[in-house]
Structure formats: C-alpha cells, structure tokens
C-alpha cells in the first residue's frame, strides 16, 4: 500500500523515497543508487540512476542479498509489472 500511495503522490509532487524495501521501490519510476565510501576523514557519496533494463537486478538484489537466485530475478520482474 505505500508503494501504492507513493507512486500516487509522485503524479502531483515530487517525491524521494530512500528504502530497502523492494515492493516500495518496485513501485517508483526512476531509481537510483546510493553508495557511500570512507577513507580516513573523507566520506564520498555517489547516486546513480538506474536504467530500466537494471531495475530488475537491483531489486533482485533487495529481495535476495549477496546471491541473486533465479527466483529473485522471477519475483523482481513480477514486482515491476
């Protein structure tokens, strides 16, 4: 429901939502990745868009962790119809 909601919401206003929960980010129309890295006092954050064509693996990779299986890959493209 709050993937649903969001989604909603997102035809009037803008909207960023930082999850990783995979039926709320299966639901959004762009995703993007945030990685952070540290080394001694600097801290450096990244934020990449993901293309359509690797929505998939990534919430594949939010439902399964290190291994994504063939089941993740399955239930990831049913979560983005």
């Excluded at 639901?27 to 934020?47: G, P």
């Excluded at 693996?57 to 239930?75: F, Q, V, Y």
């Amino acid at each position: 429901m709050i993937g649903k909601e969001l989604r909603q919401l997102g035809k009037t206003h803008q909207v960023i939502c930082i999850t990783h929960q995979a039926h709320i980010a299966a639901a959004a129309n762009q995703h993007f990745t945030i990685e952070k890295k540290t080394s001694d006092d600097l801290t450096e954050i990244t934020v990449t868009e993901r293309p359509i064509n690797e929505r998939v693996i990534e919430i594949a990779r939010m439902l399964g962790g290190l291994t994504i299986t063939d089941n993740a890959l399955e239930h990831a493209k049913e979560m983005l119809k």
